[in-house]
DNA sequence: GTCCTGTATC
DNA sequence: GATACCGGAC
């Protein structure tokens, strides 16, 4: 697990311009093949099916281009705008052990992403120790893992559904709402169709918004039935097109669903704390992001693709145990040395300060 | 009063 | 960017 950390999403090309540099060049030669080979492996999947989708997409892959003539190599790091184009992130002269180091997978600076932040693999060890130890909500529940016990089909339509009741919603409440869908043969889209809107919103009640939610339950029952044969969409595209379901959801239905990583699962935590920690910004830009559609852009820059599950449970937990929306605890946190934020009011979210209105 | 792993609309 | 959607917990 822990060798060649760096290298999931990308793939190595060396030219080498001149076979004068002996030592060096075939050595080269012969990790590129491993670096190459390691590019589109796609997330752990304990089941093969997947029609509609592709694994792996090369939106967030870099290539990497070392040029060695004479004495000098130079580092070229592209990323791939769209097929057959691409945009040159970085280049600079680098020694031949740095290529060394590079091609071993020791350097784990490299490649020089103008995105990456410093410390960041110290800072999520950090929080995944502080973790360990605080207990936090999302542990205990873990809403969208209901029905793993049923047939992949319904599984999958399980998974949609408890997304969509659990936003805004406590997850003990969605689990009970999942409940007694699943005690009431109402979680399937057959099912749902068929069933009255106003027995789905009894059912589903308390879950935030839940008259809003039999709505889109309906809807989404309906467009699986006739578009999907009574499955859920396999491709982010299609999941987006569904009432309710906006990018966060969509996201974590491709991970838990399809065992498809398209994107990282960004929710208000994750939002918040890599603004926090200085992990994103706008393009081009040192400014937060506004959005956590913004944000989930920025991370995928730089974020290995191995941490784009895991990080969203890790900073969700962080967030409501530490790294809370108002007044962190940053007494208690162990990377506060590494955060730029710590310690300052929170200056951006929802600052009404209207105290000493009184009179 | 404020908080809740959001989404859709203005 | 602001607001409605929803109600319960603290």
Not at 94 to 118: M, N, Q, R
Request: with cysteine; hydrophobic share 30%.
């Amino acid at each position: 697990m822990l060798s060649l950390p760096l290298l999931r999403n990308i793939s190595a090309i060396v030219h080498v311009t001149s076979p004068k540099i002996t030592p060096s060049s075939s050595f080269i030669k012969m990790q590129t093949t491993r670096l190459s080979s390691a590019k589109g492996q796609t997330y752990p999947s304990d089941e093969r099916e997947n029609p509609g989708s592709e694994t792996a997409t090369d939106d967030c892959s870099k290539k990497v281009r070392v040029f060695v003539r004479r004495k000098r190599a130079t580092k070229t790091v592209l990323t791939t705008v769209e097929k057959g184009k691409h945009e040159i992130l970085d280049q600079k002269p680098c020694s031949l052990p740095e290529i060394e180091d590079f091609a071993y997978g020791k350097d784990s600076s490299f490649p020089p992403s103008t995105h990456t932040p410093a410390n960041w693999e110290k800072v999520l060890e950090g929080i995944r120790t502080m973790r360990s130890s605080e207990n936090a909500p999302v542990d205990s529940m873990g809403c969208e893992k209901a029905g793993s016990s049923l047939p992949p089909k319904e599984r999958r339509f399980a998974v949609l559904v408890s997304s969509l009741l659990s936003s805004q919603t406590k997850d003990h409440v969605t689990h009970g709402a999942i409940q007694r869908l699943l005690q009431n043969n109402l979680l399937t889209a057959e099912a749902i169709e068929q069933a009255d809107e106003g027995t789905i919103k009894d059912l589903i009640y308390p879950v935030g918004f839940y008259s809003r939610k039999a709505s889109n339950m309906k809807k989404i029952a309906k467009i699986c039935l006739s578009k999907y044969d009574g499955d859920i969409p396999s491709t982010l595209e299609g999941l987006l097109q569904l009432p309710g379901i906006g990018p966060k959801m969509a996201h974590l239905v491709m991970n838990v669903g399809w065992n498809n990583v398209q994107g990282i699962c960004v929710d208000t935590h994750v939002h918040r704390i890599c603004n926090r920690l200085g992990w994103v910004s706008r393009p081009g830009t040192k400014q937060k992001t506004s959005t956590p559609e913004e944000t989930r852009e920025s991370l995928q820059l730089w974020l290995p693709k191995e941490e784009w599950v895991p990080i969203n449970p890790l900073l969700v937990g962080f967030g409501q145990t530490i790294c809370t929306p108002l007044r962190p605890r940053c007494g208690i946190c162990t990377i506060s040395g590494f955060c730029p934020s710590a310690f300052k009011e929170t200056p951006s979210p929802s600052s009404t300060p209207k105290k000493s209105q009184r009179s």
